[in-house]
């Protein structure tokens, strides 16, 4: 059986020091030099080329498709439609030194695995960007630009960390946090939502003085103007707790300013100063999710509901349950206590 002609591509020739652009015509195999050694440069070169042959109307065989081109049309046309079209710019900024070159019938469980070798992360990592690239595939589909999907292999979904703190543990993270001068004016009113509400990471670090109703002792961590997503940023009482260290915060604040600053700019990221009171605490495996995953393993083990623990983190039911369903004191009881 011939095999399928994967239109212009890049191949490398070791005797010349280059790559080279290599296509089939009419029966005939040809090559054309790109001029240089750099894949970037080659893949480049390459697009230049497609977007100078003579085209044909209509919709395109995976082979003859490439991937370069599907992950710019879904950068270009659905990334700006996202909550979050850097996830997607990243995840491109990895797949394209790898996939640049290649067309999308070369996208099989072979080469996916070989990806995650070439990228050297975690699973879950990998899963995210393969998923990413399985979806610019198939926008390219529902575009009509190709005939037909291909199949994107990813890596089993890694289990979840059962890593949250106990009250001791969070009390010593807290302290350390309020040691750091540094930080003691935002770090610890981070920490401090975290393990009240659950809310992810940068939900809070984006959280606005607007979005926070102390008068009727509400918070929603959706934004003005942001679609919500699976992530789900809900709105929920304020924790009693929680809300004297709000009302101090919110007199250092101004009414359009982020909860979470440094002189009145926002907090990017915690990648410093997190660890940094993490180490002072003696704590280890904890990152700022873990006070997501703490928030919800103390209502259960306090008996609160899953379908409530669910609406309060703004997840949904089912991975609520995996997640926290064995730290409720009724777990498997009524099961127990029937083979009793």
């Not at 011939?2 to 890049?10: S, W």
């Not at 998923?131 to 630009?145: D, Q, S, T, W």
């Not at 994107?152 to 001791?168: A, E, M, Y």
């Not at 003696?282 to 006070?291: G, S």
């Amino acid at each position: 059986m011939p095999r399928p002609n994967r239109g212009p591509h890049l191949v490398y020739l070791k005797a010349r020091g280059g790559y080279y652009i290599s296509w089939t015509e009419n029966g005939r195999s040809r090559r054309r030099s790109t001029g240089t050694s750099d894949i970037v440069e080659a893949q480049a070169a390459l697009q230049d080329f497609l977007a100078r042959r003579p085209g044909r109307i209509g919709p395109r065989d995976p082979g003859e498709f490439p991937i370069l081109t599907a992950l710019e049309d879904y950068g270009r046309e659905h990334a700006p439609t996202t909550a979050a079209p850097d996830r997607i710019g990243y995840a491109m900024d990895a797949l394209i030194p790898f996939w640049g070159g290649r067309y999308v019938a070369d996208v099989t469980r072979e080469t996916c695995r070989a990806y995650g070798l070439d990228r050297g992360r975690a699973p879950g990592t990998i899963r995210r960007e393969l998923g990413m690239l399985r979806a610019a595939i198939n926008h390219e589909v529902r575009e009509g630009r190709m005939t037909r999907p291909v199949t994107v292999w990813l890596p089993p979904k890694p289990d979840g960390k059962d890593r949250w703190l106990t009250r001791p543990e969070a009390a010593a993270l807290l302290w350390a946090a309020r040691r750091d001068k540094r930080c003691r004016l935002y770090l610890p009113l981070f920490c401090l939502i975290g393990l009240y509400t659950g809310a992810r990471k940068e939900a809070i670090l984006s959280l606005r003085w607007c979005q926070v109703d102390l008068n009727r002792e509400r918070i929603d961590f959706n934004p003005p103007g942001r679609t919500r997503t699976s992530k789900g940023r809900p709105i929920i009482p304020i924790p009693r707790g929680l809300l004297w260290f709000l009302r101090k915060a919110r007199e250092r604040g101004s009414e359009l300013g982020y909860v979470i600053n440094r002189d009145g700019r926002r907090i990017r990221d915690l990648k410093r100063s997190f660890p940094t009171a993490c180490g002072r605490a003696d704590l280890t495996d904890v990152t700022p999710h873990t006070l997501r995953h703490t928030a919800g393993t103390w209502m259960a083990q306090r008996g609160v509901p899953l379908w409530e623990i669910a609406g309060f983190l703004g997840q949904t039911h089912e991975r609520t349950a995996a997640l926290y369903s064995h730290h409720s004191p009724d777990h498997l009881a009524r099961a127990r206590e029937a083979l009793d």
